[in-house]
Structure formats: structure tokens, C-alpha cells
């Protein structure tokens, strides 16, 4: 019988997650076998890909192998489908994430599914699939991508089963790609989540969850708990409760007064170049995490801090290496790998440019010329410059200060 479940808003499988992960994990038996579900996805031409990311990312990152599980459509032959059936029977944690929400109800509805997914003991839900476990389920890709017009499908209805709390789920709550359109509450938008709202049964919540963060509901002690990033949010007839990472609220998801704590994260210097890349594992994108580099390299290229120009490069490096399980299709990749590039090749030119390597010698020795002369200390002065002058390197005062070039 399912102990916990776990609602993902996003980045299952990305650095953000690892901890909540592996708290879950701990939690159950050792011998406790893991699957994930491929069906949200299973449309897609891509769909063996999406698999194998997830798997590294669970063995690599998280420490625990798991099983695929394929139920991309119901089997035809019923050894196919007996071994799929067993398999989630015996599993102790049951994943399902990326994908269509819509397409993964059409596959599960009327098969042994759903039922199977209530006696997991750790029943882990993100994303797409995560939309399915309410009383009703937005049809995003229709909805955002084809413009049809907003309405509920029926969903699983597993929230209500587990909690006793008639809901639906909706992850992504706090997604702003849009920019200067909204496309908070899964790509709805203010606008069309209130008048889907309007249609659902008065006692129902909303349980909005934030990407990069966890609801963890703990059947046996009762509590729903924030993990992660962002927040969660309760909303009922137009009210919302908004609750930070780190609350615990009855499972029931009642709202008392006092509870209610600002999603915003306390300000903090963000993190710098050097710190590791354990720095990084909170950055809300692989995007975010590669700007922020890419700004801390600049500015060592501009303060000639060589070994910080390495260290943002090899943390990049790094991060684009611990995103790499991200299941979520976007460019964030290419657009790292392009920074991670042109990092590269700024180190390159720092390699072969004499300038670059002299500067901190020849900026010392113009110091002791400035020195010199205001000391009036003519003669050390002349000798500075006429080694220099030597050396190849030629020697400008000018009413702004002094600069140098190479004369060769």
C-alpha cells in the first residue's frame, strides 16, 4: 500500500531533485524494486532516448538502477503485458514523468493500471504524469500547442484515493517562458485557469506546484511536506495560499492561520566560480546555471584571474554533465555547449597572446616607474623604462596615465 506520494512540479530529473530523490529511496526497503512508467512519452519518436537519460540519470546521480517499464500503448500479447503488470506489482517505487498527460489517461484507463499505481509504496509523479493524479486533468498540449478551447479531461483521481483531499494537480505552476505572456499553472495562464476553475465541483482544490519542487505526502505520519525550489500553492475559488519550501502541512492540505509563508527566497550573493559545482545543483535551468558562468568568466578575463577563467569553464563543463538526465525538451543544452565553447576558446587566446602573459610583470614594473617619479627618483625611473624599452615593449604617458604595447 502506497507509504508516500510524491508530486514533482518539474525537473525530475535534473540536479534540483537528487536530494529529494534519494531521501525517498532511503526511505523504503532496500530490496525495494524501482520502474518507471514510459507511457506519458511513449508517442514520441524520441522515446528510447527519453528512457536512457532517465536511467543514467537515476544510476549516476541518484545511486539506484531502475527498471523501464513499457506500457506505451496496452500490450497486444499477454505475456507482454503480464510481465509489464508484474513488474509495477512488485515494485516498491513507481515513477512516471515527461510527456502528454492526456495520451498516458488514454493508455492506462480501463486497464489494471491505475489500481497498481495506489499499492506502490513510494508512488512518484512529476510533470506530465503528475496532472493525471487529480479529479480532472488539463489537456496542456491541446489546450497551449492545437488552441483548442480549455476544458478538464477525467482524470485517475489517485490524489483523492491516497489523501482523502478532492483535488487536481498542477505542476509547472510558476513557469514563466512565456515572458510577456503568462504561462503560469502549466501554460494556462491566469485567464483560462479561472474559468476552468468555475467548472469544477466547489469543494475542489488546487494543488499548484512549482517547478523544481516536491510535494511530499507521507500517508502514515500525515504530513505534506515542500521540498525544493520553489513553492506550493492551494487555490479554491479563486483563493490561494501560497507555501515556501520547508513547510509541513496536515495531509488533509488544510491552511492554518499562520501557516502561509512568501515563496521568495531569502537574497543571498549568488554563487561564484570556484565554489564547486554543488554551488549550481539549485539553479532553476541548465540556462541559468551556464549565464551565470558565463558572467563570472568574463569578469576573470577582465581582471586577468586566469584560474577563474579555468574554474567557471571546467564547473560548465560540469553542470552541462549533471544536466544531461533532463528529460525536458528544450535548447538549454545548446545553448551551454555554445557558452562552454566560447569560453574555450577565450582561454585559447589568452594561451598564445605574449600581451596577456607579460601584463602582470609589466604592470608591476610601471608601478615602481610611477613610484619612482613621484619620489622624484629620476634615475631609477629612466632605468624602468630602459629596461623595458629592451625588452620590446614600448612605453606611452599620456595625460590619462601610462600605457604599454608590444613593439614586436
Known sequence: MTRLLVIMGSGETTPTMIKPHRRIFESLPVESGAVMLDTPYGFQLNADEISARAVGYFAQSVGRDIEVVSWRTPPDQALERERALTAIRSAGWVFAGPGSPTYALRQWRDTEIPALLTK???????????????????????????????????????????????????????????????????YLGEPRLSYLERQLPPETLIVGVDEHTALVCDLDAGTASVVGNGGLTLRRNGLSTRFATGAVLPLTLDAPSGTATPVSAPASAPPSAGQGVAAWAHAASLRVAADELEAHFMLALSNRDFDGCVAATLELEQIIADWSGDTLTSDDGDHARGLLRSMIVRLGTLAVDPATVLAPLVDRMLALRTQARAERDFTTSDRVRDLLIAAGIEVRDTPDGTTWSLTA
Open 120 to 186: 506502490a509504496e513510494a508512488l512518484v509523479f512529476a510533470s506530465a504524469a503528475a496532472l493525471t493524479l487529480g479529479s480532472h486533468c488539463i489537456p496542456v498540449y491541446e489546450i497551449y500547442k492545437a488552441g483548442i478551447s480549455p476544458h478538464w479531461e477525467p482524470g485517475l483521481d489517485i490524489f483523492r484515493e491516497l489523501t482523502g483531499v478532492p483535488a487536481v494537480v498542477i505542476p509547472h505552476y510558476d513557469n514563466a517562458e512565456g515572458g510577456h505572456h503568462d504561462t503560469r499553472y502549466c
